[in-house]
């Protein structure tokens, strides 16, 4: 019993990663109707960028903030740069021009950091007060993180000006337009703040799985396989899609099918939610107009 | 009447050449160069399959590594466990994946165009893994995978001072088949079919309307295309005489989709541009830095995107028509003005 209790608790760890990555996407789903396939990589290259400033000797909560930082800038200039130009063209092109930043950032973090796999020390020491009879001090230490990620996140759409305007331009960018609403720049910024949890998300999954280019690639997986079982269009159903998705990969994986299938389990899910269940659990349904 | 007679006079005796400088070629390089024309080869049938579904047809696939390895694995095993020759693998290894492709088209059906790359992306990145899967490893050979022999020439022949020898027979046999598989579809898409299919991608609402049967169509093409890409992944097998799961990474299919891109969507011959350039390019590039392969090909994804949406033969196309003022009206896609050849709908959708 207690290695079940643990094994769900531990699900759920995961779930708030795969939930924030889930979240990163859905705010550009939201933002612009595309599923952004470079969100993996690019949260890759972020936490790169942090185990070089924590290897100069910075101290871990001073590498986190630039970290977040430089991502959310980066996030803004790639979408005014590379995005902005095809932001009407057909989903084709903007697929095309996503796997060619997922290669790019991929190839970056190769080049760069080396393809040698690498730790990355978990800002929660072992003996911490975080840790508790079901959850390690990293897995405690990361929930919290994302916690405080989402509340912070609802805090801005909810009672800022900025976070407003986002929803605005989001829901009917035309009629925002009217109303002075610079909707360009608020995709920029929701581009920017969907690099930022990415990078909050590669951190705090780099200490579990290790560092390396390709890190990511299962975790965007278990992310779309989230955010589409949550629902595309609703971030809370996002972060709920993450954390059933983690505990049910924990749970299969320890009594079911063994961990050497975990992606084709985010095969499965994927397929199956979107073949019979096609708006997630508490997505909207869309009806297209004929 | 007498301009269109000299036109395909022309393209038949480009046609002639090409294949004659195609029959004399591995004779005039090194081993190791004909092993690279053949993968050449391989590619152009992986990529015109993946053509079929999305250039022709407008689904997205980014998971088309999967099929290649589903035919690598079926002509693999069928050579190693059942003793059977390499030649009689291919159709089979075809069904195979025609029915794979199927049962994935039917899913597809009700997937829009970006959910359908995420599921395909997904079956990209699910397909090594259960090639490694302990209770398959009696057939796949694991982690390890599954080592062929190499066929050796039913005959054998010297040449411009070169013996006709493996890779050289090889090569024949691939060409030969390369030439089936391009006349197929090319016959399946210049009638009915390929009208049926391009009008789904063009607009779905009109086709049906049209009485084209939109699930059945779809379908279908989801199987011929996975059929196609896998006689290229059995082939492929055959060829490298070695097949691990490794080989078919994710990164497989989106080499695929990069090549198809360069080449151009909805173009044929276009497939043997995409397969040479992503058979050579990544040589060239891989003496700069193991990464820049990758960076190359995501950058020039980019700039494709914006400069040349056609690829580099909607490129042609446009010069072609353009130096012919008295030609027809070029096609819709090449027109000047028009960025891509996807469906209307789907710039729609993106809007809405």
């Known amino acids: 019993m207690d290695a079940l209790i643990h094994q769900i608790f531990s699900g759920l760890a995961n779930g708030c990663i795969y939930g924030s990555i889930a979240l ?10 595309h599923l952004n396939f470079a969100q993996g990589e690019m949260a890759t290259f972020s936490t790169f960028i942090a185990w070089a400033l924590v290897q100069r000797g910075m101290p871990y909560w001073a590498a986190f903030a630039i970290t977040v930082a430089v991502s959310f800038v980066a996030g803004v200039v790639i979408q005014r740069i590379i995005l902005r130009p095809v932001e009407k063209a057909p989903v084709l092109t903007n697929v095309c021009v996503f796997i060619g930043l997922l290669l790019i950032f991929n190839a970056l973090s190769g080049w760069i950091f080396d393809h040698t796999v690498k730790a990355f020390a978990s800002p ?102 989230a955010a ?22 924990n749970l299969l994986g320890a009594y079911v099918i063994g961990t050497e299938l975990k992606l084709t389990v985010a095969l499965v899910l994927i397929v199956g939610t979107l073949t019979l269940m096609p708006s997630g659990l508490f997505g909207k349904h869309v009806v297209t107009r004929v | 009447m007498i301009a269109a007679d000299r036109k395909s006079r022309l393209v038949w005796i480009g046609l002639a050449l090409l294949l004659v400088a195609a029959v004399v070629l591995p004779f005039l390089v090194k081993n190791y160069r004909v092993f690279q024309f053949n993968l050449v080869l391989v590619y152009a049938i992986a990529i015109l399959g993946l053509n079929i579904l999305t250039g022709f047809n407008g689904q997205f696939s980014l998971g088309h590594g999967a099929f290649y390895a589903i035919g690598a694995y079926s002509a693999a095993v069928l050579m190693d466990r059942l003793g059977m020759p390499y030649w009689a693998t291919l159709p089979l290894a075809g069904v195979v994946c025609f029915v794979f492709g199927f049962l994935m088209g039917f899913p597809a059906l009700r997937l829009g165009s970006h959910y359908l790359a995420v599921a395909t992306l997904a079956l990209a990145l699910a397909v090594p893994q259960l090639l490694k899967y302990k209770h398959l490893e009696h057939y796949t050979g694991g982690v390890q995978g599954i080592v062929l022999v190499k066929p050796e020439p039913p005959f054998t022949f010297r040449f411009l001072d070169q013996p006709l020898n493996a890779d050289r027979w090889l090569y024949f046999f691939t060409l030969a088949v390369t030439i089936v598989m391009f006349v197929l579809a090319w016959n399946l898409l210049r009638g009915r079919v390929g009208r049926a299919l391009i009008a789904i991608r063009d607009h779905p609402i009109a086709a049906a309307a049209m009485g084209i049967n939109l699930p059945m169509f779809k379908s279908l093409t989801f199987g011929v295309s996975a059929a196609f890409t896998g006689v290229a992944g059995a082939l492929g097998a055959v060829v490298i005489a070695f097949v691990s799961p490794d080989s078919f990474t994710v990164a497989l299919s989106i080499f695929l989709l990069v090549g198809l891109v360069v080449g151009g969507l909805a173009s044929i011959p276009g497939a043997f541009l995409g397969a040479i350039f992503i058979q050579f390019v990544p040589n060239i590039a891989d003496e700069m830095s193991k990464s820049a392969p990758a960076a190359i090909y995501g950058v020039l994804l980019i700039t494709l995107m914006y400069l040349m949406p056609t690829g580099v033969m909607g490129m042609v196309r446009r010069l072609w028509a353009r130096w012919q003022p008295g030609a027809a009206r070029p096609p819709v896609n090449a027109r000047p003005g028009a960025s891509v050849p996807v469906p209307p709908d789907l710039t729609k959708e993106s809007t809405t």
Not at chain 1, 24 to 33: E, F, G, N, P, R
Not at chain 1, 229 to 237: A, K, Q, S, T, Y
């Open chain 1, 24 to 33: 990163a996407l859905v705010m550009i789903y939201q933002a612009t109707h």
């Open chain 1, 124 to 225: 929660f020491s072992q003996n911490s007060v975080l840790k508790t009879a079901y959850f390690s001090a990293h897995e405690f230490g990361s929930f919290l993180v994302m916690l405080g990620v989402l509340l912070a996140l609802f805090v801005f759409f909810k009672f800022t000006p900025i976070g407003l305007a986002m929803r605005a331009a989001a829901q009917n960018p035309d009629s925002a337009r009217l109303v002075g609403i610079r909707v360009s720049w608020m995709l920029a910024v929701g581009w920017g703040l969907a690099a930022g949890i990415g990078a909050v998300a590669g951190m705090m999954v780099a200490p579990v799985v290790f560092l390396d280019p390709n890190m990511m690639a299962g975790i965007l997986l278990y992310g779309f396989a």
């Open chain 1, 228 to 249: 589409l079982l949550g629902g595309v269009d609703n971030p809370w159903g996002a972060v709920i899609g993450g954390l059933i998705v983690g505990v049910l990969e």
